[in-house]
């Protein structure tokens, strides 16, 4: 009952992350990877430490590769670098990998390469979008599915008027996604902007999962919300809505919490001790994913009542 | 009872004999051992434009093959391990553009890759347009060559042999005489009957380097190159054609190299992480979840093993990303058996007997189960058809993968292994199956 009757505090917290999150978008966008703007990323490790960011500009910037950025990686005994450049031709990688010999007194050992023609870029932008419509439309399908039984409306509540159509389920399951999403790409938009962290299509990758995983965990709420409004009119009762809603909440926390959970122990030690490749991935997972059950349990579940509550005053 | 008991010792020895083949298959040179992707072990990944547009579309197809065909074989002679050749349509999004695929794993010098792909020669027969040889030598200075000449269908994809030549009447030059094949004979008969008294120009990676005029019809499917080589000159390109000349033209439109340093520390990490959080899954089951929870963390081991055969028989191309979704997925295979304990124990708590309170939770948690199983693998097919990057679709491949195995041992397997547990009603019994750390009163449920 506690969770119910509390929503207000909820609603504020999602409203502060959602408004922030938005803010964020708007201020500073997104910071995409090559994946999707085109360019080519190096990433390379000295044998020595000795070579500095500076050095590293001081050799590249006659070469005219347009504006580049580097990026020094972490390691005490190396000097490290990843450098971002424009998309470059075979001759323009050969010359610059000349010069960040620095004619051949330093050995530099190019962990990765990867350059993106800006045609390929758009065509990911574009099939990104494509699959983000499509999993929306089968979430969609999805909840009209999961909810097809219910024509009537499903609370006549006693004799009050308060009533919560089937299709408010769906909006409100929508409204959770959104949030869900809107979240970690928030998130995703700040650390692109303070610690230049890239959105490539394993963002978005991740973002469908989050989309699946959250859909679900609402689903599982609202259907046991259901179980009991019929097991209440078979039994005549007359529990206010809010009562119903809390009971079920609480009967699904369990679940909830505990799936969220064992995926996130899976996407903490991926995160931590995987490899780098999937770092930024398994962050977005874990963001989404928290956001996910947040929102079934504080979010969806709450607004059902409030929904209803509208509905009665009318 | 005992049904059970045997079917549970059945799974866990198959469990047991297919972890036993991931083992035993990782040792020494197996066919089964794990395909890692570049991103794993170093290597290089080129993706290629075709450039088709010249091309009606019905020849695009053919062409397309012989490019790959042209390539693999470029590639085989050049000592690459296991490369991977394909062609990709970029579909509508891609402008519908024709792409070639290169893999070259342990090749990270980018330049010797990409040299290795471009010394094959293209190789084409034009005709020049009829309006363009009432022209003067001037005039046609000014045109381009697209302007002055026109396609055929005749490329190198129908070559089935060079040789070098020397002209033995006048100047002694080095020349190449090509043998055409079956087809290549017939479509150089058609356009040199047409086209007698016309010149018929022989293009070489895009440069007209001969334009005799074709006198008659020629059958025997032969023609010389002639075009001022030096004997060095004409001896490398015969070589060049003898491996394979390109039907198009193709152009590099990225590529993606990793380090041998990187691609190991990625293979380590992913391992560690995988193995960790099945220790840390395993341990919250088993704390929380109690006997149901050990049963499941058996159910989750099969799951693993179970998964990595399958990986090894397909066999399916291992990434980074791939193996974040195996560990993804590890943490999700689990939900199905949280919902059916939580169930249980609702069951067990409305005063059901455990024998019935399993099974009511088994079958109760089937629909949510199948549902948020079928979103899933939806999700996973649209990521897996909308993919751009190898990178997303191993990642979709390992998810659909993982979903499908976990219905079989997060239901089926640790069904059968909660039945054979022939539990007595009582303290001990309620115990084992309630949950929490402590007792039954930490339980969500019996906080209200």
Do not use: C
Not at chain 1, 157 to 175: E, L
Not at chain 1, 292 to 303: C, N, R, V
Not at chain 2, 205 to 233: K, L
Not at chain 2, 404 to 430: D, V, W
């Amino acid at each position: 009952m506690s969770i119910i009757s509390r929503r207000k505090i909820w609603y504020i917290i999602s409203g502060i992350l959602l408004v922030a999150s938005l803010g964020s978008l708007l201020v500073w966008g997104l910071n995409l990877g090559i994946d999707f703007k085109g360019g080519s990323i190096m990433e390379v490790v000295y044998t020595d430490n000795t070579v500095s960011v500076v050095d590293i500009e001081q050799v590249l910037t006659p070469l005219e590769l347009g504006s580049f950025s580097v990026r020094p990686t972490v390691d005490g005994e190396h000097s490290g670098f990843i450098i971002r450049t424009r998309e470059l031709s075979d001759s323009d990688h050969v010359i610059a990998l000349t010069a960040l010999s620095f004619e051949g007194t330093k050995t530099a050992e190019e962990l990765r390469f990867n350059s993106v023609g800006p045609l390929l870029g758009k065509e990911a932008i574009g099939k990104s979008l494509w699959a983000i419509v499509l999993v929306l439309l089968v979430i969609i399908l999805f909840i009209a599915f999961a909810f097809r039984k219910v024509s009537e409306p499903v609370r006549p509540n006693g004799g009050s008027v308060g009533r919560v159509s089937s299709w408010k389920y769906g909006i409100i399951a929508i409204i959770a996604l959104i949030h869900d999403v809107l979240i970690p790409t928030g998130v995703f938009s700040y650390l692109g902007h303070t610690q230049g962290v890239e959105v490539d299509t394993l963002f978005v990758t991740a973002l469908l999962v989050v989309l699946g995983f959250s859909i679900h965990d609402t689903i599982v709420v609202f259907d046991r919300i259901r179980e009991h409004l019929r097991l209440d009119k078979e039994n005549h009762g007359k529990k206010p809505f809010e009562e119903i809603v809390g009971e079920s909440v609480d009967e699904t926390i369990g679940r909830s919490i505990n799936t969220s959970l064992t995926t996130l122990f899976a996407l903490l030690a991926l995160y931590f001790i995987g490899p780098t490749a999937t770092q930024m991935f398994a962050l977005a997972l874990s963001i989404g994913v928290i956001a996910g059950t947040y929102s079934s349990i504080f979010i969806a579940s709450p607004l059902l009542v409030t929904m209803e509550k509208w509905g009665s005053k009318r | 009872m005992w049904k059970y008991r045997l079917g549970a010792i059945g799974l866990i020895i198959l469990a047991v004999l297919v972890g036993y083949f991931v083992y035993s298959t990782e040792l020494g040179d197996s066919k089964h051992a794990f395909k890692l992707g570049l991103d794993l072990r170093s290597g290089s990944h080129l993706v290629y434009r075709a450039d088709t547009a010249s091309l009606d579309s019905a020849d695009v197809e053919g062409a397309m093959t012989s490019l790959r065909e042209v390539i693999e074989r470029r590639v085989n002679l050049f000592g690459v391990s296991e490369p991977i050749v394909q062609v990709e349509q970029g579909g509508v999004l891609g402008g519908g553009e024709n792409r070639l695929i290169v893999e070259l794993p342990g090749v990270t010098d980018l330049n010797e890759a990409t040299a290795l792909i471009g010394a094959t020669p293209l190789l084409e027969f034009k005709l020049v347009r009829p309006e363009m040889e009432k022209l003067s030598d001037e005039e046609l200075k000014t045109k381009t060559l697209g302007e002055v000449f026109v396609s055929t269908e005749l490329t190198g994809r129908f070559l089935q042999e060079a040789q070098l030549q020397f002209d033995s009447n006048t100047t002694g030059e080095a020349a190449v005489l090509i043998d055409f094949n079956k087809e290549g004979s017939d479509l150089f008969a058609k356009i040199t009957k047409e086209n007698v008294g016309h010149v018929l120009a022989i293009f070489l990676d895009g440069v007209p380097i001969s334009s005799p005029v074709i006198r008659q019809e020629i059958t025997g499917g032969s023609a010389v190159i002639s075009g001022g080589f030096t004997p060095t000159e004409a001896r490398d390109l015969v070589r060049n054609l003898n491996y394979g000349a390109l039907p198009v033209a193709i152009s590099l439109i990225s590529t993606q190299t990793v380090g041998a340093t990187l691609g190991d520390q990625a293979t380590d990490a992913g391992v560690k992480a995988g193995i960790w959080s099945l220790i840390i899954i395993a341990a919250f089951l088993v704390l929380w979840y109690r006997l149901p929870g050990l049963l499941a963390s058996i159910a989750l081991v099969a799951y693993v093993a179970l998964n990595l055969a399958i990986f090894k028989l397909i066999p399916v191309t291992l990434t980074a990303a791939g193996i974040a979704g195996f560990i993804l997925s590890l943490g999700m295979a689990v939900d199905a058996n949280i919902l059916i304990f939580e169930r249980m124990k609702e069951e067990l708590r409305k005063g059901r007997v455990l024998h019935d309170a399993m099974r009511e939770g088994f079958a109760r948690a089937w629909l949510s189960i199948r549902d948020s199983n079928i979103s899933s693998i939806l999700t996973a097919i649209i990521l897996f058809y909308f993919a751009t990057t190898p990178i997303v679709r191993g990642f979709a491949l390992v998810f659909i993968i993982g979903v499908g195995t976990s219905m079989f041992t997060a239901i089926t397997f640790s069904r059968t292994l909660l039945y054979a547990m022939q539990m007595k009603e009582g303290k001990i019994g309620r115990f084992l199956f309630g949950s929490g750390v402590l007792n039954a009163a930490s339980d969500y449920s019996t906080k209200r």
